[in-house]
């Protein structure tokens, strides 16, 4: 299977911050990665697909980017309703979809 | 509203079997692949096993592959996951997920989630 690996595991940034997020693919997967938000409590939401589509209704201060094994999530200017987990996930092979150990987003 | 709501999830002695239910409504369901994704408490999320549109294509994690079963009904608008000899280490919330498919580009991605049922492996 292909290890999908994040970075930071814990970031501490402030309101107005711009925030960049690593996802790292053991193998090529070319464009083939998601992005999802995450609140204590509640399911996932699908913020970035096709490593740089901004999923409808998701705000644009959201964006991603990269190919290959390297992408990055950034938020531009982070809101309070950003503060969460975030996970990257590969879907290059159907028959083994992976998740990164995901990025908690805390207050400084 | 688009929705997606798991049943049939408790608390189960290793060994055991138990079968989980995910009802869709407000899209075509035969129309897109499924799945179900778990999160152990207070771990990260674990993508469990897909099942395509027509039930042509079916994967597993390695974790479960040969104990659990993925199936659905279109006609019910129904996914299941039939989990047989279940382990500790199975303990965790079950989400069941829509495949963005062709919307997304390509299929594996995951647009819509339910909010989960909880499965606790324990004596």
């Known amino acids: 299977d292909i290890q999908m690996t994040q970075s930071p595991s814990t970031l501490s940034a402030s309101v107005g911050d711009r925030v960049t997020i690593t996802c790292r693919a053991s193998q090529s997967i070319s464009s083939w990665l998601a992005w999802y938000q995450q609140k204590p409590g509640k399911a996932p939401k699908l913020l970035i697909y096709?490593?740089?589509s901004l999923e409808s209704g998701v705000p644009s201060r959201f964006s991603g980017s990269g190919s290959g094994t390297e992408f990055t999530l950034t938020i531009s200017s982070l809101q309070p309703d950003d503060f969460a987990t975030y996970y990257c996930?590969?879907?290059?092979?159907?028959?083994?979809?992976?998740f990164g150990g995901g990025t908690k987003v805390e207050i400084k | 509203e688009v929705q997606l709501v798991e049943s049939g999830g408790g608390l189960v002695q290793p060994g055991r079997s138990l079968r989980l239910s995910c009802a869709a409504s407000g899209f075509t369901f035969d129309d897109y692949a499924m799945h179900w994704v778990r999160q152990a408490p207070g771990k990260g999320l674990e993508w469990v096993s897909g099942i395509s549109w027509n039930s042509g294509s079916i994967g597993y994690a390695d974790s479960v592959k040969g104990r659990f079963t993925i199936s659905r009904d279109n006609a019910k608008n129904s996914l299941y996951l039939q989990m047989n000899s279940l382990r500790a280490e199975d303990t965790a919330l079950y989400y069941c997920?829509?495949?963005?498919?062709?919307?997304?580009?390509?299929?594996?991605?995951?647009?819509?989630w339910g909010q989960g049922t909880m499965v606790t492996v324990s004596s």
């Open positions: 096709k490593a740089s």
């Open positions: 997920a829509k495949d963005c498919g062709g919307d997304c580009y390509e299929e594996g991605a995951f647009d819509i």
């Open positions: 996930q590969q879907y290059n092979s159907y028959s083994g979809l992976t």
